[in-house]
Structure formats: C-alpha cells, structure tokens
C-alpha cells in the first residue's frame, strides 16, 4: 500500500488540469481503494491531518475520504457503506480523530471539507449503532471556546442532517413506490 506520502503526490496530480497528468493519478487513486481500502483511507486521514500540507491536497484528502465513505450516487452508498463498516475499528476511530481534529485547523476550507467528512462518517455510523463518541466530540466542538471550532463543528452537524435526511426521504420514496 502507498503511504501517505504517496498518496499526497497523487492527489496533488489529480487536481491537475492537464489530463495526462490527472487520469492515470486518479486511476491509481482508484486502483489503490480496492487494493487497500484500510491503507489508502488511513492514507487519506494522515494527509488531512498534515498541517503542513497545502491546504488544497488536504481538501482533497477529506473529499475523497468522505466520497469513498458516503458517495451521493444512490447505487453505491450500500456497498461503500458496509466496506467502511468492515474496516477495523482502529482504522475508523483514527479517521474519525484526523477529521474530528481538521475541523479546528486554520483553513476555513480544509475545516469545511473536515466537516463533509464528519458528517458521512456520521451518516454511514449511525444507524448501524455507530459513532456515539464521534457525535459527543461534534457536541463538545460546537459549545468549544474557539469560534472556528465552533462554527466547523456546526457546519458538520448541519452537513449529517442534510445525508441523514437525504436518506431518510429516499427510504421512504423507496416505502411509498413498493405499495401497490
């Protein structure tokens, strides 16, 4: 599996607007989630969590975390659910830590993109029993003493009531259709 070095190089690339630089750094990007789905979302976490980073690579880390956790196409949420749910619980909690964490980072951006990430951790978790100490860290975020902390924290809340009520109208759509 890459290491987050690796993966850094790659998201980097794939934000190129040159084609033959971004195709094959996506593919890989691919490739590697069905190699290593454990490796390459620990990856994704540990390049959210660099500071050091520019700030657009780790925006790219925690969106293609969060889509690879919770996609907004209908026919893959199921299956990228259960992938997330049968990762290890270590490799979980320290996503769970690296986004929880973002959200009180300097960027406004890499905190929103943290925020995406906590809510599709959240949306994914919960109604499998999930993520009880992940919606206390949110809770205690939002009531921190720093502002921007504060409002990350809020912006995600609202983020996981946008996906929980996104599924909560397609189940019942789904309900309504199947009657006769």
Known sequence: MAGASAVQQLLQASL????????PAVARLESLASESFSGLISALAEVLGASSADASIRIAAAISAKNAIAPSARAQQDALAARWLG???SVRAGVQHSAIEALADSSRPVRNAAAQLVAAIASVELPHGGSADLI???RAAASDSRPELRAAALVAIGYLLECVGTRLALLMTAGKSSRP
């Open 136 to 138: 206390e860290r949110l």
């Open 87 to 89: 990762l290890d619980g």
């Open 16 to 23: 190129s607007p040159d084609a033959a630089t971004r195709d």
